[in-house]
């Protein structure tokens, strides 16, 4: 039932009570499906006024025993009817075999599928939806009800962008009453332990530690959950996800999660002190909203009439340089490299001088550099030994067959026939291969590779007269310098 504001004779407005039924809408597509429930685009036929219509049916719930949630959603809803980040429920009616909930439409879908699309939100776009999900949570503590299952699925986007949040089944009421005045209010969380769930509700990836070890959510619970969708909007994906759910669980009670390289400084802090174990040490709502990734957000109805930022994928800051691991250098520069066949560093050995390879026989278990860069480690049980950004000189080698045109495929590698300087990513890796790829290391691919055990590869280092440092590796077709004094 709802409520029409009409005129009487005397032109006085009056409102009058409006019933609604099945025969009143036109049906459209499937917006989305749950366990025990359809989600339908509709329209009034009077009004003309689309709305989303969350169909449930009743043999399905009676079955499977979920009258109280269905309860729960309509009483919950019926509570929240004042604030723009929550689902409006309009009107509930039923026929023999189903029961009708209409509903807000939100035409900008879930939040989740949008951030698929987009793989990750940049600072403004997560600074915004953060700031707008907070303002909601606030809300919803404020009118004595906790969400317990808040996740990027149950955001929605109406046709501004903005969020509302939905899928209030498993919300938790706190008991009302009123004070001496008459105003009413509601039990403090901390006193309604009569509502406590004896069984588990919410999603793994985002379910608050204290729900899985005392059985029993509090406010503070959906802030744990507000801290993993913070993470999940700048990382890509949620902070703790395990191949099932017990393994998850795990990681959840043991705080076992890592945050990816680039993470934004301020917003690590946010999510580190909204994942905290112990709710009463976790960071207040209030707090939450004065910390500093919220900067420049203004509170309240102004947020609401902020036009939703431009859709932009984060990108992490480019890598700091990388120095070469296992140098003696404190500058990380290669160390001199002095073949037993060579009498002097600064001379290239002769392409027939026999030598003795570096035979590495012990290796350690891959790390993490090791894994990044596994699409590029063929060989069997490949490991990086050094690594690190180098200015690449390539210059023609006049003993080569290749020497007039200056090296072949190497030469249309860096662009042409003459001397050519770049900035490349270059590793040494156990199985004497040098790998050249780009600069930085976003990119997993190799551009060329050396095997230093082919006999048609010589290499030496050289010292210049300016004191600066060379690995000169010497193939069948250009001569390639790695100079040491390129910043690395």
């Not at 409520?3 to 989305?32: M, S």
């Not at 909930?101 to 997560?126: A, H, I, N």
């Not at 929605?156 to 938790?172: P, Q, R």
């Not at 957000?297 to 480019?318: D, F, N």
Request: charged share 25%; with cysteine.
């Amino acid at each position: 039932m709802g409520v029409k504001r009409e005129y009487d004779a005397e032109g006085r407005p009056v409102l009058k009570a409006v019933k609604k039924g099945v025969k009143d809408f036109n049906f459209g597509q499937t917006l989305g499906e749950g366990s025990y429930s359809t989600v339908l685009a509709a329209q009034d036929r009077q009004t003309h006024k689309d709305y989303a219509i969350k169909v449930l049916d009743k043999r399905h719930i009676i079955k499977e025993k979920k009258v109280k949630y269905v309860n729960i959603e309509k009483d919950t809803l019926n509570r929240l009817t004042d604030h723009p980040g929550v689902v409006r429920l309009y009107y509930t009616f039923q026929d023999e075999r189903s029961l009708y909930f209409v509903l807000d439409l939100c035409s900008g879908g879930e939040l989740l599928g949008v951030l698929k699309r987009m793989t990750t939100f940049d600072e403004e776009c997560t600074r915004f939806y953060g700031a707008q999900i907070l303002d909601t949570i606030e809300y919803m503590h404020s009118r004595g009800v906790i969400h317990r299952d808040l996740k990027p699925e149950n955001v929605l986007l109406d046709e501004n962008m903005h969020i509302k949040i939905t899928d209030f089944g498993t919300a938790k009421l706190l008991p009302e009453k009123k004070d001496a005045e008459g105003h009413l209010i509601f039990e403090p969380d901390s006193t309604a332990t009569e509502n406590r769930a004896s069984s588990f509700v919410g999603t793994a990836e985002y379910v608050s530690p204290e729900l899985l070890t005392d059985k029993n959510a509090c406010k503070a619970s959906d802030l744990w959950a507000f801290g993993c969708i913070i993470y999940q909007l700048l990382a890509g994906r949620p902070p703790f996800k395990a191949g099932n759910e017990y393994q998850t669980f795990q990681k959840i009670v043991a705080l076992d999660y890592e945050f990816p390289r680039g993470f934004p400084e301020v917003a690590r802090d946010l999510v580190e002190r909204l994942l905290v174990l112990d709710p009463q040490r976790r960071l207040s709502l209030e707090h939450a909203k004065n910390h500093r990734f919220f900067e420049g957000i203004k509170w309240g109805k102004g947020l609401w009439a902020q036009k939703a930022p431009r859709l932009k994928a984060y990108v992490p800051p480019p890598n700091p340089p990388i120095k070469l691991n296992g140098s003696n250098s404190p500058d990380g520069y290669p160390p001199e490299i002095t073949p037993a066949h060579s009498a002097h560093a600064t001379i290239l050995p002769p392409n027939n001088s026999s030598r003795l390879p570096r035979v590495i026989t012990e290796l350690p278990p891959p790390s993490q550099l090791d894994i990044e860069w596994s699409p590029v480690l063929t060989r069997n049980n490949e490991r990086i030994l050094k690594l690190g950004n180098l200015s690449v000189l390539v210059s023609p080698n006049p003993h080569s067959p290749h020497g007039n045109d200056g090296g072949g495929k190497l030469a249309r590698l860096f662009g042409a026939s003459n001397t050519k300087k770049r900035q490349r990513l270059v590793m040494v890796t156990s199985s004497a291969r040098i790998i050249i790829a780009a600069a930085g290391g976003e990119e997993k691919k190799s551009k060329y590779e050396i095997s230093l055990l082919s006999p048609s590869t010589e290499f030496s280092s050289a010292t210049d007269a300016k004191g600066v440092t060379q690995w000169i590796v010497n193939t069948v077709s250009p001569v390639i310098c790695f100079p040491s004094g390129s910043g690395v």
